[in-house]
């Protein structure tokens, strides 16, 4: 049988620091009675927690509070220059990258365009851009704790191959983290694109708390993230859902999809699909997002008043394309039965309210659960705001622990 452990001293400092720590990020800046109440902590406890982190350098002070009962209250704040990080967002035509410090305050941005030619040096055009970013925040790129990389693919854990990614040249090297972390001189973690959307519309989007949730991601391409018991999974490529190159009702079975890179899925629901279906309804636009924006917007209309041509229009549209989003879904929800679907990407987006509202009622006439699905509700570029939060994370992890005694 074994035996418990008890905790000892420092053991007992470290927790109690950490949970103060956790109360100053979720809270913002606050007094030590504050600090007391939110930890449980005596105050004398407190106070000296807040000194042992002064002096780490972990917090500074950030004025007083007036106007409370009692004595004036200094306020303590996490000290963001403690650490910071970087995210990029890796695309064929660009890099976009930011720099957040330890509170996760975005201090610094930079965009790269990224030439769409075979020979690409990506050590040297991700030094570029992080280096951009860097100069915006004041920084040079050796302050940077640890960059995490979103990218329209996977890495193969087996073989360091990035994969799912023939439209973005230059980035299929041995060994890719490797070769990044030692060239740039920082920590790299490289994740797919929409697993980091997930991951910032779980911490603070609309799958919040959610333990169990696919994320549907249309832009140009078709994505999902999927996450189970509160985690990613990521299949054992790194390729679980790429569901672009699932075969799909409607769409002609391709095989040999390596080469065609393209799927059943993709050929429906893709960027170009949507506008070509938008298009046969009379919808126009320079992209699918904007054509689609113009039938939602036209359905809404319709709504309010008496149905006019456009509006049946866009309704058969958005009725089409919603079956065909309901019928993909389907499929992941007979398999992995979540509690939630949220959609995102330029193209949903797009449909809005609308669209949302077509794909639940097709997605609940083909299946026994039916998950609440919900549009995403991140603000800005959710890709950089989860590479942010995953590398901020595990950042948080090390700072918060390795620097107390």
């Known amino acids: 049988m074994s035996v418990p452990v008890p905790g000892t001293p420092s053991l007992l400092r470290a927790i109690n620091d950490r949970a103060a720590l956790e109360a100053l990020l979720a809270r913002g800046p606050l007094t030590r009675p504050q600090i007391s109440g939110l930890t449980g902590l005596s105050k004398p406890t407190a106070s000296q927690l807040l000194a042992r982190l002064e002096q780490a350098g972990l917090v500074v002070r950030d004025g007083v509070r007036e106007g409370l009962p009692g004595r004036t209250a200094e306020l303590y704040r996490i000290n963001g220059a403690a650490a910071h990080v970087a995210g990029a967002d890796v695309t064929p035509a660009r890099i976009r990258a930011s720099v957040a410090d330890l509170a996760g305050t975005v201090v610094g941005e930079h965009t790269l365009p990224t030439p769409g030619r075979t020979g690409v040096d990506v050590v040297a055009r991700m030094a570029a851009a992080l280096d951009g970013a860097a100069a915006a925040a004041g920084l040079t790129r050796d302050r940077l704790d640890r960059a995490v990389v979103g990218i329209q693919g996977a890495v193969d854990p087996a073989t360091g191959r990035l994969g799912y990614a023939s439209h973005i040249p230059g980035w299929h090297?041995?060994?890719?983290?490797?070769?990044?972390?030692?060239?740039?001189?920082?920590?790299?973690?490289?994740?797919?694109?929409?697993?980091?959307?997930?991951?910032?519309?779980?911490?603070?989007?609309?799958?919040?708390?959610?333990?169990?949730?696919?994320?549907?991601?249309?832009?140009?391409?078709?994505?999902?993230?999927?996450?189970?018991?509160?985690?990613?999974?990521?299949?054992?490529?790194?390729?679980?859902?790429e569901i672009g190159y699932m075969p799909a009702v409607g769409a002609p079975l391709m095989r040999d999809v390596r080469r065609t890179h393209t799927g059943g899925v993709h050929s429906l629901t893709g960027g170009a699909a949507v506008l070509r279906l938008m298009r046969e309804h009379g919808f126009r636009g320079r992209d699918a997002a904007t054509a689609l924006s113009r039938a939602a917007a036209d359905v809404q209309t319709a709504g309010r008043r008496t149905a006019t041509d456009a509006g049946a229009r866009a309704e058969r549209a958005l009725t089409e394309l919603a079956t065909r989003l309901g019928a993909t879904l389907a499929t992941v929800v007979a398999v992995i039965d979540p509690a939630l679907v949220v959609l995102t990407g330029d193209v949903l987006r797009a449909g809005g309210e609308p669209l949302r509202a077509r794909v639940e009622q097709h997605l609940h006439s083909l299946t026994i659960p039916r998950p609440e699905v919900r549009l995403s509700t991140v603000e800005g570029n959710p890709v950089l705001a989860g590479a942010l939060q995953q590398a901020l994370r595990e950042t948080r992890d090390e700072v918060f622990t390795t620097t107390i005694p």
């Open 173 to 241: 090297i041995p060994d890719l983290v490797d070769t990044l972390s030692g060239g740039l001189g920082v920590r790299v973690a490289i994740e797919n694109d929409v697993n980091l959307a997930a991951l910032a519309e779980r911490a603070g989007g609309r799958a919040e708390g959610a333990a169990d949730f696919v994320l549907l991601w249309v832009a140009d391409g078709v994505g999902m993230a999927v996450v189970l018991n509160g985690t990613l999974h990521r299949g054992a490529t790194g390729g679980a859902g």
